[in-house]
């Protein structure tokens, strides 16, 4: 588990002018998880969101179907990207791993086969909107079937990361952007992981981007669920971004179709 560090503000201030002072302006993006249908909280969600947000939709959730009315109200809401999350969102570990919905003990063709199931529901369902993104939930997938996402039709791949920070492709034609900052304290009170460590996930990651222990061209990631947010994690994010304004960084998150650009057999994977 990684060390909790917290940040305050003021931290959050003096790693802005550090990039300021290399001439560069930093950059998030924003991916929100566990999407099957239109709800109030989804509704917050739009309203409290500034910027672009990548929604992870379960395809085929056995106790929680996709819903055309999700469909209805992302088509209204041209900041929305769906990425696909998993298939049915449903954990195949062994007796006493941790969850995993793709693990290497599983059938690779039982993997393989429901992965080309849940990208062709959501193409049907969200067309231009959903980018072939896989984010495997818990954020595991396992090594043997990475391979095999580019000839099904995925650009890329969205886990979470913690230091040491990945800084290179899990698989050639695959671009991995992830997140860095979860908003939930999934190990606690499965509320709002407080101000402090949100802060000091958001300037570690700047601070490592910018000193080459990250990827620095790829954006920060705000991990974010909407269905369980409580009142303090919907204020945080509003703070955020009022902070971020207020700097006049606004504009600092990025649209998810600028990080997975269609792309051709002959581009190099990773131009953003």
Same mark, same amino acid.
């Given at each position: ?79 929305? *990207? +769906? ?6 969102? /449903? ?5 006493? !791993?941790?969850? =995993?919905?793709?693990? %290497? ?86 509320? *709002? +992981? ?6 000091? /996930? ?5 601070? !490592?981007?910018? =000193?080459?222990?990250? %990827? ?57």
């Amino acid at each position: 588990m990684a060390e909790v560090i917290k940040a305050d503000w003021d931290d959050l201030a003096r790693e802005m002018d550090l990039w300021a002072d290399v001439g560069q302006a930093p950059t998030l993006w924003w991916r929100d998880d566990d999407a099957v249908a239109a709800t109030p909280a989804l509704a917050e969600l739009r309203r409290v969101a500034g910027g672009p947000v990548a929604l992870a939709v379960i395809p085929a959730a056995p106790d929680r179907p996709l819903a055309q009315s999700l469909a209805d109200f992302l088509a209204d809401w041209p900041g929305a *990207f +769906v990425l696909q999350h998993g298939i049915s969102h /449903r954990s195949h570990a062994s007796a006493g !791993a941790k969850n =995993s919905e793709f693990p %290497a003990t599983l059938d690779l063709a039982m993997r393989v086969e429901g992965l080309e199931m849940g990208m062709e529901r959501l193409q049907n369902m969200f067309g231009a909107q959903f980018l072939p993104v896989l984010t495997p939930p818990w954020n595991r997938i396992a090594d043997d079937l990475l391979p095999h996402l580019a000839g099904l039709g995925y650009r890329g791949l969205s886990r979470f990361d913690e230091p040491p920070y990945r800084k290179s492709a899990t698989h050639p034609r695959l671009v991995e952007v992830n997140t860095q900052v979860d908003v939930i304290d999934w190990r606690g009170s499965r509320g *709002f +992981v407080g101000e402090g460590p949100a802060l000091g /996930r958001l300037v570690g990651h700047l601070a !490592a981007r910018r =000193s080459g222990m990250a %990827a620095p061209e790829l954006p920060t990631g705000i991990l974010t669920h909407h269905l369980v947010h409580d009142t303090a994690t919907w204020r945080f994010l509003e703070n955020l971004q009022d902070w971020l304004a207020k700097r006049g960084v606004g504009q600092v998150f990025v649209l998810p179709s600028r990080l997975w650009p269609a792309m051709g057999p002959s581009q190099e994977r990773g131009r953003l």
